[in-house]
C-alpha cells in the first residue's frame, strides 16, 4: 500500500467531431471493438483502462481529454482539492450504476476528473 488516497487513473475520456471516424481510430489503436456503442458515447475497455469517446464534447463541454482518477470517497476528495486551491467545475453527481463523477480545475487550469463506484 501506497498511502495513496486514489486508485489511479483508470478512465480518460476524448472529446470528438466524428463519432464514427474516431471510433475506427480507437478501435485499431486499442484492438478490440468498444463495450459501450452508442449515439452520445462510446466506451473501450483495453488492459484495465477504460477510454471513452464523447461527441462534441458531451454536455461538461470537454475541449480536452479528462483523465479520471479514480477514489475511494470522492466528496473528501474534492474538499481536499478545493481547500489545496483547486475550482469545482462539475460537482459530484451520479451518472447510473452508482458512479459518481466529477471535475475540478486546478491552479494552472487543468481540468482533473474524478470517479467513484459505490
Not at 480507437?26 to 452520445?40: F, I, N, W
Not at 462539475?90 to 459505490?118: I, K, S
Request: hydrophobic share 40%; glycine share 14%; no cysteine.
Amino acid at each position: 500500500m501506497t498511502g495513496s488516497t486514489t486508485l489511479g487513473i483508470k478512465t480518460v475520456l476524448h472529446p470528438v467531431s466524428d463519432l464514427t471516424k474516431a471510433k475506427a481510430v480507437y478501435a485499431a489503436l486499442l484492438g478490440v471493438q468498444p463495450q459501450t456503442d452508442g449515439p452520445y458515447y462510446v466506451g473501450f475497455e483495453a488492459e484495465g483502462q477504460h477510454i471513452g469517446l464523447v461527441p462534441g464534447g458531451g454536455p461538461q463541454g470537454m475541449s480536452s481529454p479528462v483523465a479520471y482518477w479514480h477514489v475511494q470517497d470522492i466528496e473528501t476528495t474534492l474538499a481536499k482539492l478545493i481547500t489545496a486551491g483547486a475550482v469545482v467545475k462539475e460537482a459530484a453527481h451520479d451518472v447510473g450504476a452508482g458512479r459518481l463523477v466529477a471535475t475540478v480545475v486546478d491552479t494552472d487550469g487543468n481540468v482533473l476528473g474524478l470517479m467513484q463506484d459505490r
